[in-house]
């Protein structure tokens, strides 16, 4: 399965198969974690993971072009993830609402605020990269962003992230 397209694994998966799902979130994880990450409380963010690969799992029989998945999925996160902001309280300044088993250290604290702080598409994209470690090209074949795009955002994010935290330009 670690050699099958995002497409053929989605074709398996709306045949049945768990194996095709496990290669599917191995591959899009921590991409749907950055999603979420960027809109809610760090410690809501594993449920609300949780809640999108559910979601994914009962309707993914329903996506009639499995090469479109990569696009359908950071759809569903950042619904999912825009939904269960509305119904908790909103993500703050507040250095206890972003603990996580461990607790992050101040400057890292600092800067997932900062992060939140930009427009989304920066946002997204510098968690992705930041935090959850992808490549640029990982995050272009993840997303459905051309890799252009990626560099541009990360860039620019970068760009932006610093003149938050007071760092040079």
């Not at 399965?1 to 998966?13: C, I, Q």
């Not at 963010?45 to 029989?61: I, M, N, T, Y």
């Not at 609402?97 to 101040?106: E, H, I, N, Q």
């Amino acid at each position: 399965m670690r050699d099958a397209t995002v497409a053929e694994l989605v074709t398996a998966v709306q045949g049945g198969s768990r194996p095709a799902f496990a290669g599917l979130y191995e591959r899009f994880h921590r991409v749907v974690h950055a999603i979420v990450l960027a809109r809610v409380h760090a410690g809501d963010a594993p449920d609300v993971v949780q809640d999108v690969f559910a979601d994914v799992w009962s309707r993914l029989p329903d996506l009639r072009e499995p090469a479109a998945f990569p696009g359908w999925i950071v759809t569903m996160a950042r619904n999912r993830a825009i939904d269960h902001a509305r119904r908790r309280r909103p993500v703050s300044d507040d250095t206890a609402d972003l603990a996580v088993s461990p607790p992050p250290a101040a400057e890292a604290a600092a800067a997932l605020r900062a992060i939140r702080t930009l427009p989304e598409t920066y946002r997204e994209t510098l968690i992705m990269r930041l935090v959850e470690g992808l490549s640029g090209p990982e995050i272009a074949l993840r997303t459905g962003m051309t890799p252009e795009s990626v560099r541009v955002h990360l860039h620019r994010g970068i760009k932006l992230l610093r003149e938050k935290l007071g760092g040079s330009p």
